[in-house]
């Protein structure tokens, strides 16, 4: 919920701007706006499996926690479009290094309801006078409830494992499993310890080494899932719905609805009919829609029905991304990265992940502007089409195979 409050609506920026009253072009302030949030995002994705691996997965939660408080604080009470672009960016930081920490598929539920509260509460927006700062200041208490209920959570016992600290991780163990389970869980634990420190592994590594084929597949996923425009739907949806005469809050309630709708099919169906092939859908459909938007375009200026077929197809994309090409890439990664450079490799395709979701925001409104619709989206619809190729050909299908089984399938024998 936490980072849906920072970037539901349009209008929300489009208010800032008006209370700071400065004259900057509002859509290219809207697109800094976001984009400097994306830009710490980067930043803590590149540290956070160095934070992961020297404080452990829980604490790591625990200081995200901090800089999204801080950043959320600054932007509340920001006089200035300076502060409110360094309370972004603390923001963006604590962002970057929360994701990778855990699979983002456990929360996509949650994020989605998220999602829907935060539009909610940012109705009010355009009748009452600040009320962007009390949307700010909302945002501080999940941070801080992070920072408070991760204290109660148990630490990981691999970490605790990897660091020596086998006492400790029996504890985490039977508090998650029972004592009679406790035995059998070390065993396990002890065969995927290979006894290699993970300060050995360098970027070289990941990039040139035996694993670059697997970092290869998953931040490139990461890239195709930005590339196919989701979070310019996210970001300016209200924008877009406004020019096609749809209210800018019902369009963000609609699109919250659509992705919750996705993340629960998503859910009933991940096990059943395995990642590769939602991934492939997905996209699939994606392109699909994508095509839509193009022809809702073209016949806008002609037929008064044409923007229930953009509605529709930008609906329908959210909904369909919800389904595979969002939770299915960060689940994927724990699964198909060795335990060795799980974290650092994760917050390599993490960084991927950000610096182009940074593009994307601070790009979109020009480009909307200047390509035209129909050209962008048509340049969406082609990432999605080479994201089905990409899967087809790269993807291993990970569903029903151990992790053993996986590392033997992707990873060069030494």
Known sequence: MFENLHGSSM??????????????????????????CLAGAFIGSLICGWIADEVGRRRAFQ???????????????????????LGRFLVGTGLGVGPPVASLYVTEIATCLGLMGALAIGIPVRSVFGWWRICFWVSTIPAALLALLMRFCAESPHWLYKQGRIAEA??????????SHVTAAMVELSKTDTGDEMDTIKLTDLLY?????????GSTLFALQQLSGINAVFYFSSTVFR???VSSNLANVLVGIANLIGSTIALALMDKLGRKVLLLWSFFGMAISMALQVLASALFASSPNAFYLSIGGMLLFVLL????????PALLLPEILPSRIRAKAMAFC???????????????LRLLDQMGPELLYSMFGTFCMLAVVFVKRNVLETKGKSLQEIEIALLPQE
């Not at 509340?76 to 479009?81: I, V």
Request: overall charge positive; charged content about 15%; proline content about 2%.
């Open 11 to 36: 209008h929300k920026r489009t208010m800032i701007s008006r209370d700071y009253n400065y004259s900057t072009d509002v859509e290219d302030s809207s697109g800094l706006v976001v984009s400097t």
């Open 63 to 85: 200081l995200c926690a901090l800089p999204m408080i801080i950043g959320a604080s600054i932007c509340a009470t920001a006089r200035s479009l300076g502060g409110m672009l």
């Open 170 to 179: 029996e504890a985490q163990l039977e508090r998650l499993l029972g004592g």
């Open 209 to 217: 080494g035996r694993h670059a084929r697997v970092v290869f597949i």
């Open 243 to 245: 020019r096609a005469g």
């Open 321 to 328: 991304f919800a389904v595979g090409a969002g939770p299915v």
């Open 350 to 364: 993490m960084s991927v992940h950000w610096v182009l979701n940074f593009l994307v925001g601070l790009l979109f």
